[in-house]
C-alpha cells in the first residue's frame, strides 16, 4: 500500500487528543501467532477469543492485514487456510505467499500458540494501559480535574489487567455512569455530524456525489460552511478511489476557485487509491500512521466511493457489509475522527421510498451510519432534493440543492417535496397476437420467427417463448413438420 500524500501541518482546534504515541517495535510473537493460525486457525481462534485479542494487538501490517482477512473468512463460515486467505488478501500471490513462509517458519509448532497469545495480549494491554496515562498526562496539563483523570487512568488499569483484558467494559449502575460528566465529542458538521461518528450521502450513479464530497473536504480544511452548514476547520484526508489524478486534480482547482477560497486549503491531504483493490479495513494501519507520524489528527476522513472499498465482499449481504461497517467504525475510533462516506441508490424509482431505504444492497447500509443524507431528483431539472436522517441530531428540514458546475448550491425558491415523477420502469408488454401477426400463412421454423420477433418487436428469447407458449395453449399456433403454422384457435 502507497504512504499517504504528505500534507502540510497546521493549527486544529481541540478536535480529540493528540498524537497517539509511536508503535513499538514489532514483537516475534505477533509473526509467530499468525503463523500458527495459518497453520491451524482453528486451534488458535479459541485462544484468541479467550484472551480478548483484538485487531489492533497487531503492530505489524502484514500479520495485521492476515489476520483481518481470516476474520472476516472466519464470520462468514468459510475455512480460514493459506489458499482462502491469500485470495481474501489479494495482490501479486508470490509475494503474499513469500509473507506466508516467513510467518510459518517464526512458528515452526503450534503447539507453543496459547504462549504466543498471551504475549500479544500482554502487548494489547501494555500499548493501552500507555496510551491512557499518556491521555491522562495531557488532561492534567490542561488544568482538568484530577479526581476526573484519576478515575479514568484506574478504569483504564483495571481493563488492562485480568484474562479478556480491554475485551469488554464492566456493567456498571446508571447511578454510576451518569455521576462521571462526559464532554460532547466535537461537532465536525453543525447539526449533522460529530467526531467519532460515520455519515453517508447517497444518490443516484453519476448525479455528482464526489463533487459534494470534495468541497465537503475543502469546507471542513477550510473552516467554511457545506450545504448551508457550519463546518470545524480540522484536518481532512480525502481517499480518492474513482477519478484518475488529473480529473482530482483539476476538480479541486475548480471548487477551490469557486468557493472563494485563496488556496488549497493546507488541511487538506489527499491519497490517490484508484485501482487498489482493498477495503477500509486494509488501509487503517497506513492512515493511523500517516496521522500519527506528520500530525495534527485528522477531523474528517473521506473514502470516495463506499463501493470501492469492500473489496471481494457481496453488497447484499448484511454479514459482508456488517464487517466493511465494523471496519468505518474502527476507522473512527482509531483515529478520532469523523467519516463521511458516498453510496448509490437501488434501481427504480425513488420517490415512492422511505429516503433511508433508497440507498443499494444489504439492510445494514441504511442502519449503521450515524448520519445518512439522500440526494433525489427534484421535478427541476439539475435539482435535488436533500434529506438527512442523524443519530445524534434532530432531522434537519429538507431543502433543495441545484448543480452550478462546480458547485451545489441551496436553492431556497423550490419545494423539496416535488420530487420528479418516475416512470414505473417496467418493460414493454407483448401479446400472443403480436408474435401471431408476424406468422405467415405457410408458416416458419422456430428461429425464423424469433429473428423476426426481435427485430420488429425487440422481444427477448425468453419474452418471445413465454408468447409463443400462450399462443399454443389457446390453439393459436401448432408444430408442423419444424414449423410452426397458424392454428384454429381464436385470435386475443
Known sequence: ?????????????????????????????????????????????????????????????????????????????????????????????????????????????????????DQVAESQRRRKLSDAARMAADALAKGGAVDVVADTLKAAAEAASGPRAGKMPAIVSAVDFMAKPKPEP???????????????????????????????SCAVASGTEWFGKKTAQGRCLYINAELSEYDLDSRLSRIVEAMGLPEIPPLLDVWHVRGLHTTIGAIIPDIYRHQDRAGPPYALIVPDPLYSFHGDRDENSNSEMAVSMGELSELTERTGA???????????????????DRGSGAGVLSRAPDTIMTLTAHEQEDCYSVETTCRSFSRPDPFVIRWEYPLWIID????????????????????????????????????????????????????FNRLLNQAKAKGQTFVGFGRYMPGSGGAE
Request: include cysteine; proline fraction near 6%.
Open 1 to 117: 500500500m502507497n504512504e499517504l500524500l504528505d500534507g502540510p501541518a497546521g493549527n486544529l482546534v481541540e478536535f480529540m487528543p493528540r498524537k497517539a504515541p509511536q508503535r513499538v517495535q514489532t514483537s516475534p510473537a505477533e509473526r509467530a501467532l499468525v503463523g500458527a493460525l495459518l497453520q491451524d486457525a482453528e486451534a488458535v481462534w479459541p485462544l484468541a477469543d479467550a484472551a480478548g485479542i483484538e485487531s489492533e494487538a497487531f503492530t505489524d501490517s502484514d500479520c495485521l492485514r492476515i489476520w483481518r482477512a481470516a476474520a472476516v473468512l472466519r464470520h462468514q463460515g468459510k475455512p480460514a487456510d493459506m489458499v482462502a486467505i491469500a485470495e481474501a488478501i489479494g495482490g501479486d500471490a508470490s509475494d503474499v505467499m513469500q509473507t506466508f513462509a516467513e510467518l510459518v517458519e517464526a512458528c515452526p509448532t503450534t503447539a507453543y500458540a496459547s504462549w504466543y497469545v
Open 186 to 216: 466535537p461537532i465536525v458538521i453543525a447539526g449533522m455530524l460529530r467526531a467519532r461518528q460515520v455519515g453517508m450521502m447517497s444518490a443516484n450513479s453519476k448525479v455528482g456525489k464526489s463533487w459534494a464530497l470534495l468541497a465537503l
Open 338 to 356: 469523523a467519516c463521511w462516506i458516498s453510496h448509490h441508490f437501488s434501481k427504480g424509482g425513488q420517490t415512492g421510498k422511505d429516503h433511508l
Open 412 to 463: 431556497e425558491s423550490l419545494n423539496p417535496e416535488s420530487l420528479r415523477k418516475q416512470s414505473n420502469g417496467r418493460a414493454p408488454q407483448y401479446s400472443p397476437a403480436q408474435i401471431m401477426a408476424l406468422l405467415p400463412q405457410d408458416g416458419l421454423p422456430h428461429h425464423e420467427w424469433l429473428a423476426k420477433a426481435k427485430a420488429e418487436l425487440g422481444v427477448s428469447k425468453t419474452t
